[in-house]
Structures are given as C-alpha cells and as structure tokens.
Nanobody, 128 residues
Framework: QVQLVESGGGLVQPGESLRLSCAASGRTESFYSMVYSMGWFRQAPGKEREFIAGLRLSVSDTFYGDSVKGRFTISRDNTKNTLYLQMNNLKPDDTAVYLC?????????????????WGRGTQVTVSS
C-alpha cells in the first residue's frame, strides 16, 4: 500500500552530523489516515533493534530513546510526505542501519513490534 524509503546515511567522523530522510510513496492519503505515529529505529550487527525517536502525528508530540536524547531530532514535512532524523554529535556507537517505521498505536510507543510498516534502512557509519 505504502512504501517507506530511507536515505541520507553515510560515513562520518565522530562529532559530525547527518540528516536522514524517510520518504513515503504510494497511497499516502489512506496511509496517514490510519497511522498515529512514526518513528526511527536502528540495528547494529549482533544487536537488537533499538528505538531512537518517535513522532505522534496528530498531536505533534516527539519522544526519544535515552541514548540519543539531546543529540537527535525527529520531524516531519507534511507537504513532502517525508520524515526526518537530524543527528548531531555522532558517536561510533551510533553506527547502525537506521530504519523508519509507522504505527497504528495512538500513544507513545517504543517497541519495534508496535510498528507495522518499515523501510529497508540506510547505513550510518561513524568512524575516524
């Protein structure tokens, strides 16, 4: 029905910044009628998928995982059907595949199992 495609990843040095984008395509009108929240997750090799940031669309409420509070910012451009993740002061531990996702849960939700639609991810590597 709707596809989510992440972009903006790459190789950066510690302390640098990146902005990730998540573009929605397809039947987006019906998609946004059913989706309450969107979020960013990351997954590093050998580790579980980790919640990074969430956005409750109807109330413009943002929330973050402890590991990125104060460094990352989630936002959305409604006219472009695009979700963003601004990542500042990147650290080597931020190295992972970053994925965007959508959820039908109306409250703040952090678990990957509560998100239904996923992108394929974009690689972020932070290294000297």
């Amino acid at each position: 029905q709707v596809q989510l495609v992440e972009s903006g990843g790459g190789l950066v040095q510690p302390g640098e910044s990146l902005r990730l984008s998540c573009a929605a395509s397809g039947r987006t009108e019906s998609f946004y009628s059913m989706v309450y929240s969107m979020g960013w997750f990351r997954q590093a090799p050998g580790k579980e998928r980790e919640f990074i940031a969430g956005l409750r669309l109807s109330v413009s409420d943002t929330f973050y995982g402890d590991s990125v509070k104060g460094r990352f910012t989630i936002s959305r451009d409604n006219t472009k059907n695009t979700l963003y993740l601004q990542m500042n002061n990147l650290k080597p531990d931020d190295t992972a595949v970053y994925l965007c996702a959508a959820s039908k849960v109306p409250w703040r939700t952090y678990g990957a199992g509560t998100y239904d639609t996923w992108g394929r991810g974009t690689q972020v590597t932070v290294s000297s």
